[in-house]
């Protein structure tokens, strides 16, 4: 029978439906309930691409009798993470502080007035390593709740008072400078791979932001050390397993320094974010590897997370049925000599093993392969290359395939639509620009209400019941104002703008100019959430600054701007000390610091003036395109055409360089490569 989760639109609690665990979704019913019966709340929070969350589900919520031990003794909750990042966000922050360490499967056990007394991760249905088994910790949850009830409740108390004295001190509203992103710079030099690109050692994370930072200072500067940095680490993660090598989109990260093995689970925002970043990387060099992964990783997201209302599902898991019909990692993606030798013969097979780096031991499991583009001095012949990856990619499709988490997140929507509407722009690709169009307008129609507040998720058609975060109102504000950018079409500054005004509204602190991660009418929880630091996503609060400093530029209003300025305060605290968890932050920054520029092309959209404007690396650069007089979007005004022709417009801090015709001197004016 299902239990209370069979409603729900979240993939990850529609797979605990069944379970015989007597789940409750987060509510206030769940916790007036654990009041009403006297005992404590068991809260579990995972997402559908994790690996242990699956493990740990089978286990345990699927046994019968440790369903029985929590049903009797616990109201248990389950939560989507990505669902509700807030909830996530406050009981993790609580996890790491008590615990040191911090991930997912995440389990915490709540007094009925949601404080958090004990915390874990995963449990093993058995002791193990060291561990206590699940059964073990819920009877001593169980027992220390009976006996030791003043006990529990002070330690609760201890705890959310601890919460609430990590309250970010956040006084400086002074703005980064020169000094501090050359501090910062400096910082990332200090942690560079310079053996295997990117930051830091095994795991390794494709670092999106951080790319998207040196590009911008590269730009501002000259530094080629800052651009050496980004194209090493793009071309190695392009050579690498993370990538995927037949079908395109990278993994969520590699488990070692070498970019080799990933772990498999495929996410929204990674690929969003890096199909950005190689695009800009393409702008900025010309790099024929960065443009393929762009389009490549492009293609991916339309291909296998673009959903049947026009959105992008939020992930492909990690595991999938084997040969053997065993759910393992990565089973759709890895091949062994013996595979390739099935689908390609004897020859192809030889050759694709050297190209591919498949060999006999294997890099992965059990002899099997991820496939890699190794560096080596044998040349390939393209044509023979391409048929072989063809070749593969077909076979590859008949195997069992990923599960995919069908939800729409509001913000990775935004990612997406921003990066497809550039790419498509670039590489003149309009079937990507209509893509981007066509999420845009799902979100406008099924995210957004009639006052412009979003809803977080919506699942096969139907929006789901949580309030949109600050990441969504900043990301799809993004995504709204790249589509201006490409299309010239009004409405989507105008939406960026109602999303923002929220911004300004919902989320700022107004004396400090502090940003939290929830809007003030939101649910009140254990502490209002607020993280400036830059993870797999941009922050919410780096991400805003970003869009309120783009839509200042665009429309001249001085408010946004002046948040956009206030709110990059931290990353002049955080840049120079921590420049790997505040990259977007610091490329926010560079546009700051560059100006930004203002674009304004008049007479054309699509044409030449307007691609060469696109393609300008000045850091954060704005543009506006369309006819001259149409008042479609505040830059165009009262910019004529020269002579009759069309003409382009570049200003900087109220301050207009002589209109231009010529695609090159515009080029000239904004950065672009030779």
């Not at 639109?9 to 007597?22: E, G, M, R």
């Not at 293609?299 to 049947?308: A, S």
């Not at 504000?477 to 790249?482: I, K, R, T």
């Not at 502090?514 to 929880?525: F, G, N, S, V």
Request: aromatic share 8%.
């Amino acid at each position: 029978m299902p239990n209370r989760l069979a409603h729900e639109t979240s993939p990850y609690l529609l797979q605990h439906a069944d379970n015989p665990v007597d789940w409750w979704p987060w509510s206030a019913d769940a916790f007036e309930e654990a009041r009403r019966r006297g005992v404590p709340v068991l809260l579990s929070v995972g997402y559908s691409s994790c690996h242990w969350c699956h493990v740990m589900a089978h286990e345990s919520f699927e046994d019968e009798t440790t369903a029985a031990l929590m049903n009797d003794r616990f109201v248990n909750i389950k939560v989507d993470r990505e669902e509700r990042p807030d909830v996530d966000a406050v009981y993790m922050e609580a996890v790491q502080a008590a615990t040191g360490q911090g991930g997912w499967p995440m389990t915490v056990f709540l007094t009925p007035d949601a404080e958090p007394f004990y915390f874990g991760t995963y449990f093993p249905p058995e002791p193990r390593h060291g561990m206590a088994s699940f059964p073990q910790v819920l009877q001593g949850v169980t027992q220390a709740w009976a006996e030791r009830r003043d006990e529990v409740a002070e330690v609760a108390a201890k705890i959310v008072g601890d919460l609430a004295g990590r309250e970010l001190p956040y006084g400086d509203t002074q703005i980064p400078g020169a000094s501090e992103l050359a501090q910062a710079l400096l910082g990332l030099t200090r942690e560079y791979d310079a053996a295997e690109g990117g930051f830091g050692g095994a795991p390794k994370f494709p670092p999106s932001m951080v790319i998207e930072f040196l590009l911008r200072h590269y730009a501002r500067t000259g530094a080629e050390g800052a651009l050496q940095m980004a194209e090493d680490t793009c071309e190695r993660m392009a050579r690498g397993g993370i990538y995927d090598q037949l079908g395109g989109g990278f993994a969520r990260y590699s488990v070692d320094r070498e970019w080799v093995v990933p772990h498999f689970e495929k996410m929204l925002y990674d690929n969003a974010l890096l199909c950005r970043a190689y695009a800009h990387l393409w702008r900025a060099t010309g790099s024929e590897t960065a443009r393929r992964v762009a389009l490549e990783t492009a293609d991916f997201m339309v291909r296998e997370l673009r959903t049947n209302e026009g959105g992008f599902a939020s992930a492909l898991d990690a595991d999938s049925e084997d040969a053997e019909g065993r759910h393992v990692e990565g089973a759709f993606y890895v091949w062994t000599p013996e595979q390739l030798r099935e689908v390609l013969g004897d020859a192809d097979a030889e050759m694709a093993a050297q190209c591919f780096g498949v060999t006999q031991e294997g890099t992965f499991e059990e002899g099997a392969s991820v496939l890699q583009l190794p560096r080596q001095e044998t040349e390939f012949d393209e044509a023979r290359v391409a048929d072989v990856r063809r070749r593969l990619f077909a076979a590859r499709a008949a195997r069992p395939a990923p599960g995919r988490d069908d939800k729409v997140v509001a913000a990775w929507n935004g990612l997406a639509i921003a990066a497809l509407a550039e790419t498509g722009a670039y590489f003149d690709r309009p079937d990507l620009v209509q893509a981007a169009l066509a999420a845009a307008d799902l979100l406008v129609r099924l995210h957004m209400d009639t006052r412009a507040r979003l809803t977080r998720t919506s699942k096969d058609g139907r929006a789901g019941a949580n309030a949109g975060v600050l990441e969504d109102y900043a990301d799809v504000a993004e995504g709204f104002l790249a589509l201006a950018s490409v299309t010239g079409e009004g409405v989507w500054l105008e939406f960026a703008g109602f999303l923002l005004d929220h911004v300004l509204d919902q989320f700022t602190d107004p004396e400090s100019g502090a940003l939290y991660d929830t809007a003030a009418d939101a649910e009140q929880l254990i502490r209002r959430p607020q993280d400036p630091t830059d993870n797999a996503t941009p922050s919410g609060w780096s991400a805003a600054a970003g869009a309120l400093l783009s839509y200042a530029a665009q429309t001249g209003s001085e408010p946004h701007r002046t948040a956009a300025e206030r709110a990059l305060g931290v990353v002049r605290a955080l840049g120079p000390r921590a420049p790997r968890f505040i990259g977007h932050g610091l490329a926010v920054a560079e546009a700051l610091l560059d100006g930004p520029k203002e674009v304004a092309v008049v007479g054309e959209v699509g044409g030449e003036l307007h691609r060469t404007a696109l393609l300008g690396t000045a850091p954060g650069a704005v543009v506006a395109a369309g006819q001259a007089g149409s008042g479609e979007l505040p830059l165009l005004a009262d910019r004529p055409l020269v002579d009759g022709r069309p003409a382009a417009y570049v200003c900087r801090n109220f301050t207009c360089d002589a209109p231009v015709t010529d695609p090159e001197r515009l080029a000239e004016a904004l950065g672009n490569r030779e």
